[in-house]
């Protein structure tokens, strides 16, 4: 059996859930992470000698990007209809990965969301590629829970 430590996440299939509600199932998520800023100050030691401390600062959390093939539900444009109209509505959501059975992988949530971009591929009359949606989302808080 193998340890926790030994496995491996695989990304199959993601879902975007928004008030623990399913909007959709994703096939490419990127933006899951966050950075703290260095904060750097000088310090002065009992010798005299000055030294250069670094500590934590502010954290700050990327943008979630999401990308699958169109779907016929608007709920996302809708969303960030919001947006433009000018009456942001934020939420808070997950980010959940299932494994290849279809049992839930890995876990993110955030908090305070809204959706600050959302695009097409190309459309090409001549061509018979699958049309993609990209939806990006702005976040205030996010943290992996499983």
Sequence with gaps: ?????????????????IE???LGRF?????LGYTAEV????????????????????????????????S???QL?????SV????VERKNGSIVMFDSAGDESGRWNFENAWISEWSASDLDSGGDDIVVETVTITHEFLERVS
């Design 1 to 17: 059996m193998a340890e926790e430590h030994d496995i491996e996440y695989m990304g199959s299939l993601f879902a975007l859930e």
């Design 20 to 22: 623990g509600v399913e």
């Design 39 to 70: 904060v750097e100050y000088t310090d002065t030691l009992a010798d005299g000698k000055l030294v250069t401390r670094k500590r934590p600062g502010r954290v700050n959390y990327g943008d979630i990007t999401l990308s699958r093939g169109l």
């Design 72 to 74: 016929p539900d608007n």
């Design 77 to 81: 444009v809708e969303w960030y209809q």
């Design 84 to 87: 433009v109209d000018g009456a």
């Design 27 to 31: 096939t490419g998520i990127s933006g």
